[in-house]
């Protein structure tokens, strides 16, 4: 099976700081990937899809790209509401496999 | 707006059956455009892809390797629902289920909608 690695597994940043999450694949998947966020105690929701089309309802500081097997998430502004966080998944082919998980903090 | 309502038990002994279920609103389980599946999450595996089942002029299912042995998805179509039902779980099987959608076609995969998730232990 394909493993998904993200990089780092922590990160903190302050407000207005442009933060980036990268995520490997261990073979190519063209752009089958998506990112989803996770506020603490809460259910995963999607943002990004096809690695970098953002879903209907994310805010514009969320961006995507990548192909192949580098990824990255990227946030322009990082805001408080931020906190979270955030996974890959790849699905180029089952079984969908998710990253580690990547938890951002504000400094 | 799509809905998923999961319900089951919070506690199961082990070597017994864990068993949940997910109602659909706003959708079909017979949709011919969509998936249904089951993911786990818990702090050993993080998020752990269970299996799917889905209609395209026949029922299919996919399952995870890992727990292909034990597990069985199964639509509902009178109820407009689909459930999970795990065998013989142990410990290790305590985890937070969801319940999710996996995007309509062309863009097969990725998951768009999710339950509210089930904390299930798995003690005696």
């Known amino acids: 099976d394909i493993q998904m690695t993200q990089s780092p597994s922590s990160l903190s940043a302050s407000v207005g700081d442009r933060v980036t999450i990268t995520c490997r694949a261990s073979q190519g998947i063209n752009n089958y990937l998506a990112w989803y966020q996770q506020k603490p105690g809460k259910v995963p929701k999607l943002l990004i899809y096809?690695?970098?089309t953002l879903q209907s309802g994310v805010p514009s500081r969320f961006g995507g790209s990548g192909s192949g097997t580098d990824f990255t998430l990227t946030i322009s502004s990082l805001q408080p509401e931020d906190v979270a966080t955030y996974y890959c998944q790849k699905y180029n082919s089952a079984p969908w496999t998710f990253g580690q998980g990547t938890k951002v903090e504000i400094k | 707006q799509v809905q998923l309502q999961q319900s089951g038990p919070g506690l199961v002994k082990p070597s017994q059956t864990l068993s949940l279920t997910c109602a659909i609103s706003g959708d079909s389980v017979s949709s011919n455009s969509v998936a249904w599946n089951w993911i786990r999450q818990s702090p050993s595996r993080g998020l752990e892809w269970l299996g799917r089942?889905?209609?395209?002029?026949?029922?299919?299912?996919d399952y995870a390797v890992s727990v292909k042995s034990r597990i069985i998805i199964n639509p509902d179509t009178s109820k407009n629902q689909f459930s999970l039902q795990l065998n013989s779980v142990t410990p290790e099987d305590t985890a937070v289920y969801y319940c999710t959608r996996e995007a309509p076609a062309p863009n097969w995969g990725y998951f768009d909608y999710w339950g509210q998730g089930t904390l299930v232990t798995v003690s005696s």
């Open positions: 089942t889905f209609y395209r002029s026949k029922w299919y299912n």
């Open positions: 096809a690695a970098s």
